[in-house]
């Protein structure tokens, strides 16, 4: 085995956050549920793990999973029904029925429901500052049980479960744990005439008019799904603040969003806006349409986090694809800090009737997650430390390259809606799609912005 494929990458993120993801060969399969075994994936094939047979109450239960997995392609959905077919072999008083929407719907779904209170047993929330309102209204209920049995808390990369965590108490569970990178087609980039990945801001700008003179859309994006522009707009942020923390220094009170840095951003973001970077019609793009632009070559890049790996491997251009750094922005910032992302996370409902099938369920779902996930070659942004030679099981270049960029992190923030309070991020998500509409003044945007966040501190 390569040394590449059997480094252990440990991660230090926004200087609090450690992620140790250990790439090591391993021969042994893991067929059971107990403490003493180890939960993470391997190599080999197998079947996933048990759950002990006092999960059995013998009563007819079924129990509604609301989930953010709606593309049948994609490799997480079939690792979640794959987890879910088995659990309710082993279980047969047990029904698991799927609840699945895309992650704008998923997410107003979700705050109508909190409203009647009426939210399904298992459901999936946003970390940190997104979730905060529904442990505030006591809407879910503490996990460190689940946690705690079968020796699951210790398959979980280090830290990562402080954006989950509450007053002492995890409210739910990471599905992943990522970066955001960009990804590129390698055939329209040469097509286009462009040798290497952006170094720059500028270059960037240069290889969009070069990409656009050949008839190829730049980089797709699914902004009708406001999130994804904001991704790209704060790895802007990231850059032109020289670093991070700009929101974490708006909230402390020693920035406003009128700062230089914030005005840069947005100028620099309409410019890749103006340079026609994206397809037309973005803001009637999802998010899902937009990866499919990517995956189909019909765009020639695509922007977004790590976990769109897998996906991207199983795709028509699977073996096409590189990924890079963003780009530094006028002289300014490190390519070694990226935007993290870690993951949307499983949470189970307080009024629910079946709690504790909810638990148990849990509980097995996420102790075969990484096993599962490592088999659909779909390793990359596990929240949990993932045993295997990649190499070896057949993954990619494209996803052992990027799992080398885990190992260069040097820092980052966390999105914007996972930093700042509801009313805030939703007035930032409208303030930025409007900007794919219409080219706005910087500087308007910026007050906007903090008219929003003094309106809601």
């Given at each position: 085995?390569?040394?590449?494929?059997?480094?252990?990458?440990?991660?230090?993120?926004?200087?609090?956050?450690?992620l140790s993801l250990a790439a090591c060969g391993s021969n042994n399969s893991n067929n059971s549920g107990d403490a003493s075994a180890s939960p993470s994936a391997s190599a080999g094939g197998s079947q996933p793990a048990s759950s002990?047979?006092?999960?059995?109450?013998?009563?007819?239960?079924?129990?509604?999973?609301?989930?953010?997995?709606?593309?049948?392609?994609?490799?997480?959905?079939?690792?979640?029904?794959?987890?879910?077919?088995?659990?309710?072999?082993?279980?047969?008083?047990?029904?698991?029925?799927?609840?699945?929407?895309?992650?704008?719907?998923?997410?107003?779904?979700?705050?109508?429901?909190?409203?009647?209170?009426?939210?399904?047993?298992?459901?999936?929330?946003?970390?940190?500052?997104?979730?905060?309102?529904?442990?505030?209204?006591?809407?879910?209920?503490?996990?460190?049980?689940?946690?705690?049995?079968?020796?699951?808390?210790?398959?979980?990369?280090?830290?990562?479960?402080?954006?989950?965590?509450?007053?002492?108490?995890?409210?739910?569970?990471?599905?992943?744990?990522?970066?955001?990178?960009?990804?590129?087609?390698?055939?329209?980039?040469?097509?286009?005439?462009?040798?290497?990945?952006?170094?720059?801001?500028?270059?960037?700008?240069?290889?969009?008019?070069?990409?656009?003179?050949?008839?190829?859309?730049?980089?797709?994006?699914?902004?009708?799904?406001?999130?994804?522009?904001?991704?790209?707009?704060?790895?802007?942020?990231?850059?032109?603040?020289?670093?991070?923390?700009?929101?974490?220094?708006?909230?402390?009170?020693?920035?406003?969003?009128?700062?230089?840095?914030?005005?840069?951003?947005?100028e620099r973001f309409q410019d890749l806006i103006q340079a026609g970077a994206f397809e037309e019609g973005a803001t009637a793009v999802d998010a899902d349409s937009g990866r499919n632009l990517f995956t189909t070559g019909k765009a020639?890049?695509?922007?977004?986090?790590?976990?769109e790996t897998g996906s991207i491997d199983a795709s028509p251009i699977g073996g096409k694809v590189a990924a890079f750094q963003f780009p530094t922005v006028d002289g300014k910032g490190d390519i070694n800090q990226f935007m993290l992302?870690?993951?949307?996370?499983?949470?189970?409902?307080?009024?629910?009737?079946?709690?504790?099938?909810?638990?148990?369920?849990?509980?097995?779902?996420?102790?075969?997650?990484?096993?599962?996930?490592?088999?659909?070659?779909?390793?990359?942004?596990?929240?949990?430390?993932?045993?295997?030679?990649?190499?070896?099981?057949?993954?990619?270049?494209?996803?052992?390259?990027?799992?080398?960029?885990?190992?260069?992190?040097?820092?980052?923030?966390?999105?914007?809606?996972?930093?700042?309070?509801?009313?805030?991020?939703?007035?930032?998500?409208?303030?930025?799609?409007?900007?794919?509409?219409?080219?706005?003044?910087?500087?308007?945007?910026?007050?906007?912005?903090?008219?929003?966040?003094?309106?809601?501190?």
């Open positions: 085995m390569d040394t590449k494929s059997k480094k252990a990458l440990t991660i230090a993120v926004a200087g609090a956050l450690t002990t047979p006092s999960a059995d109450s013998g009563k007819k239960v079924k129990l509604t999973f609301q989930n953010i997995y709606v593309d049948p392609n994609t490799p997480t959905y079939k690792t979640a029904h794959q987890i879910v077919e088995q659990y309710q072999k082993e279980h047969p008083n047990i029904t698991i029925e799927f609840d699945s929407l895309n992650t704008d719907q998923q997410k107003q779904k979700l705050k109508t429901q909190a409203a009647s209170k009426e939210i399904p047993d298992i459901t999936m929330v946003n970390p940190a500052a997104q979730m905060k309102p529904f442990v505030d209204a006591n809407l879910f209920v503490p996990l460190n049980d689940v946690l705690d049995k079968n020796g699951l808390r210790d398959t979980y990369q280090s830290g990562l479960l402080d954006y989950y965590s509450f007053n002492g108490n995890t409210y739910a569970l990471p599905d992943g744990n990522n970066i955001e990178v960009v990804y590129y087609n390698k055939d329209l980039f040469q097509q286009a005439g462009i040798s290497a990945p952006p170094a720059t801001f500028d270059e960037l700008l240069a290889d969009v008019k070069a990409l656009k003179a050949k008839g190829i859309t730049p980089m797709a994006v699914g902004e009708k799904d406001t999130w994804t522009g904001s991704f790209i707009f704060m790895n802007i942020l990231l850059r032109t603040n020289g670093g991070p923390g700009f929101l974490k220094d708006v909230v402390d009170g020693k920035k406003t969003f009128e700062d230089p840095a914030f005005i840069e951003a947005v020639a890049m695509y922007m977004l986090g790590t976990w992302a870690p993951g949307t996370g499983y949470a189970i409902a307080a009024n629910s009737e079946h709690i504790q099938e909810a638990k148990d369920f849990l509980n097995y779902y996420c102790l075969n997650f990484p096993k599962v996930q490592f088999e659909q070659k779909n390793a990359v942004g596990l929240p949990q430390k993932v045993d295997g030679d990649l190499k070896a099981a057949g993954y990619s270049d494209l996803a052992i390259s990027v799992m080398d960029l885990f190992g260069k992190v040097s820092g980052g923030d966390i999105s914007f809606d996972n930093t700042m309070n509801p009313a805030v991020s939703q007035a930032h998500l409208t303030s930025l799609q409007n900007l794919f509409v219409q080219k706005v003044d910087a500087a308007q945007v910026a007050k906007e912005h903090q008219t929003a966040f003094e309106a809601n501190k």
